[in-house]
């Protein structure tokens, strides 16, 4: 099967929609349940807008993904924003930075069954997620 | 490098070889499958035609040397004879078999060449394996999918959700609940809950194995979704124990319906939708 | 994006669509309190069917949307949530706490037929 890439800038509002639906056509294409796309597309849609609300501008990468035994779909969220401090606190469930459900991020986790987060105050922000089609 | 080079040259002439002997080495294949007594399943002309296309896509790989196509075609094949009840070593056999045919033939052709026929066998020989082990994992994989489908398909029917009155369902939970499990559960009781227009439903975990966090808020989850399309949730057969872990997990008990059996939980919900038909019934 | 908005007597009915941007949902916002305002309002519905997604943004501006209604004095009953939709809200931990929903427009009409008679 032919590898997918497609990379979504994230600078408005708008391309969070954009990112999200562009993510459920390629789940949906590699295979995946409607139930899952929509997993997938609500994760994409939580990580696009941290882009927007916290670095103002990123990129979110599509892909699809061999394993030995099994396909699945890589989402790579990265921006050059401020970066989160803490975060570890940030994936505790409840953690909050105003009083809503601020990064999302344990959601994020739950929503998917990969997650990897590198993020330094300074240095950007960079999530990689990952769902198994079953 | 010019050991590449001649590699590729050597498997042009192999291909070359291959397609002019084309019809000679299918039949000779087919003999060898029936005599093998493989692909009993089939008939004569559905092994014919499909002989025809492996030997065609083999042929190719070897020639592109790339595998893309055969995998497809192998997944594809496997989607179609997996129904006839063709097993992995049937399809692994038939491959290996071809590669025998072929291999003889090379044998035969450079005979009184020996240092061209190993040269000609050191290219044939690692494509020829490779094919083999794309239609054999092309074939397993696909097995494998449709194994998950029956495994899916046999525990969606394990665990009915059932309505028993107009507008309330009743989803008993019984046994080991893994993830999987559970979110199916769930994904089936909210499913339930649209195309029987539920307005309650009762969740009766008296018989649930193990009440662990994990099961606990899956449990909740499932609450909170049903309350999202509407229905009100009666979770019957808590007992003490299982109270304690949805305490420890920071559930408040006080928000959630709960009702010591199943009968009971029931007739809350009868209490629950009847009482609404007769406010209804009221004249304005 | 334009999203209709209906009036069935007392109700107003506002069916979301699927591919609604922040500013869309923000504008619907405004423009709901102010049709409520505008009427007089009892209660409100929106028909979320369309909706594929939903995430924070979404979860967050119908609670408020719920809340700016209330103050009206009128009532807000959200329809139509997909169950994959649903499924994935509460895995994000979005449960739209203290905001009346319902399975469809029927059964939304009916909830709020009820409420009116106890507001009475």
Redesign the interface.
């Known amino acids: 099967?032919?590898r997918v890439e497609i990379l979504v800038t994230i600078s408005s509002?708008?391309d969070?929609?954009v990112a999200?639906?562009k993510g459920?056509s390629l789940a949906l294409e590699l295979g995946f349940s409607?139930?899952d796309a929509?997993?997938i597309?609500?994760a994409i849609?939580?990580l696009a807008?941290n882009i927007v609300s916290y670095a103002g501008s990123g990129q979110i990468a599509l892909k699809d993904v061999q394993g030995s035994?099994r396909v699945g779909i890589t989402v790579a969220a990265s921006d050059n924003g401020p970066g989160i401090p803490n975060v570890s606190q940030a994936l505790r469930?409840g953690f909050s930075t105003s009083g809503?459900?601020g990064l999302?991020l344990?959601?994020?986790r739950?929503?998917m069954d990969e997650f990897e987060i590198v993020s330094k105050p300074g240095q950007g922000t960079n999530v990689v997620v990952k769902k198994w089609r079953? | 490098m010019a050991k590449r080079d001649e590699s590729s040259e050597l498997l042009r002439e192999l291909v070359a070889h291959l397609r002019q002997n084309r019809t000679q080495l299918r039949e000779e294949w087919v003999g060898r499958i029936s005599e093998t007594r493989l692909l009993t399943a089939m008939t004569k002309e559905e092994i014919f035609a499909e002989a025809t296309s492996v030997y065609d896509s083999y042929v190719e790989a070897l020639e592109t040397e790339t595998f893309e196509a055969l995998q497809a075609y192998a997944r594809n094949l496997s989607e179609r004879i997996i129904p006839r009840g063709v097993e992995t070593h049937e399809v692994v056999g038939i491959v290996l078999l071809l590669r025998d045919v072929l291999g003889r033939s090379l044998f035969a052709k450079y005979q009184t060449d020996f240092k061209k026929l190993n040269r000609i066998l050191d290219a044939y020989e690692p494509a020829a394996n490779r094919i083999a082990n794309t239609v054999a994992v092309g074939f397993v994989q696909e097995r494998e999918r449709v194994i998950r489908q029956q495994q899916e398909a046999i525990r969606e029917l394990s665990t009915p959700v059932l309505q028993v009155r107009e507008r309330l369902l009743i989803l008993p939970i019984i046994g080991v609940i893994d993830p999987q499990r559970a979110r199916q559960l769930t994904e089936q009781l909210l499913r339930g809950i649209r195309t029987n227009r539920a307005k309650v439903v009762v969740i009766d975990i008296t018989g649930v194995a193990a009440m662990d966090v994990t099961v606990a808020n899956h449990l909740v989850q499932t609450v909170e979704a049903s309350r999202l399309l509407g229905a009100t949730v009666i979770v019957t057969g808590l007992s003490p124990e299982i109270a304690q872990t949805l305490v420890t997990i920071g559930v408040d008990l006080g928000k959630m319906n709960t009702v010591g059996d199943l009968q009971g939980g029931i007739e809350q919900a009868e209490r629950l939708l009847g009482y609404k038909v007769m406010a209804l019934a009221e004249p304005s | 994006m334009e999203v209709p908005i209906l009036k069935q007597g007392a109700v107003l009915i506002a069916t979301f669509q699927a591919a609604l941007s922040d500013a869309d949902l923000n504008h619907l916002r405004s423009a709901l309190v102010q049709q409520v305002v505008r009427f007089r309002s009892r209660g409100v519905i929106v028909d979320v069917t369309a909706m594929d997604v939903m995430d924070s943004f979404a979860s967050r501006t119908l609670r408020e949307i719920a809340h700016m209604i209330r103050l009206r004095g009128a009532e807000t009953v959200i329809v139509g949530i997909q169950p994959e939709v649903a499924f994935a809200m509460v895995q994000l931990g979005l449960t739209l706490e203290g905001v009346a929903t319902a399975l469809d427009l029927e059964e939304g009409l009916a909830y709020l037929n009820q409420k009116f008679k106890t507001m009475k």
Request: charged share 25%; glycine share 10%; proline share 7%.
């Open positions: 099967m032919a509002d708008q969070i929609v999200r639906q459920r409607s139930g929509t997993l597309a609500t849609s939580e807008r035994t469930d809503s459900l999302g344990p959601g994020v739950r929503l079953p």
